[in-house]
């Protein structure tokens, strides 16, 4: 998996499960990107409240969707509702490397020695290990990082990986299924797989 630069672009990004499902939808029937960011425009295909709303998602769905390998719209479209969340979850992380970093780096660390719950505490000291490590992340302001905390506690959360507690949140450790794991391992995603799974 690529890494790239940090960003704190999730600031103003969703989950977009039903959104992400759609668009491969349409991908399996044919369609090619460019046809189904016409669509998007002409139809408002997302429901969007406006138009620079509606271009925004289609433009996070569509690259978090071309960082991982088009074989996985086979595989998502014949699994379960939980499982296809964890492929948008996947493509989140291999889109937004910080996000990946802290999935990897705190979630999967209390899976790995039994501990089934992450607080606000966690993801501030997640954050003050960044930004003694990159220059970009130590620019960023206080008011930045606990927009980006709080996006982070979101994503896992519809990805049904958490709880919606308050300060502090109940870790669901998920069931790969065999498919998933498989095309994980079969496109150099171990290290997702791991993050996903609790695992060294």
Known sequence: ?????????????????????????????????????????????????????????????????????????????????ATQKLFVLTAVMAHDTLFFDFVYEIIREKMIIGINEYA?????????????QS????????????????????????AGMTDKGKTVRVIYKPILDAPFRQWLTGNGMELVMNALAGVR
Not at 2 to 8: D, F, G, H, L, P
Not at 121 to 130: M, V
Not at 135 to 158: P, Q, S
């Open 135 to 158: 220059k970009k992340v130590a620019c960023w302001t206080d008011a930045t990082l606990a927009r980006l905390g709080r996006c982070y506690k979101t994503m896992l959360f519809e």
């Open 1 to 81: 998996m690529k890494k790239k630069e940090y960003s704190a672009g999730a600031v103003k990004l969703s989950f977009w499960f039903m959104e992400f499902r759609k668009v491969i939808c349409l991908l399996n029937q044919g369609k090619t990107f460019e046809e189904i960011k016409v669509l998007n425009r002409k139809q408002n295909i997302f429901g969007a409240s406006t138009v620079d709303r509606a271009d925004t998602i289609y433009n996070t769905v569509v690259a978090r969707i071309q960082c991982l390998s088009s074989s996985f719209y086979t595989v998502f479209l014949h699994s379960d509702i």
């Open 120 to 132: 606000d505490s966690d993801i501030r000291i997640f954050f003050k290990n960044k930004q003694v």
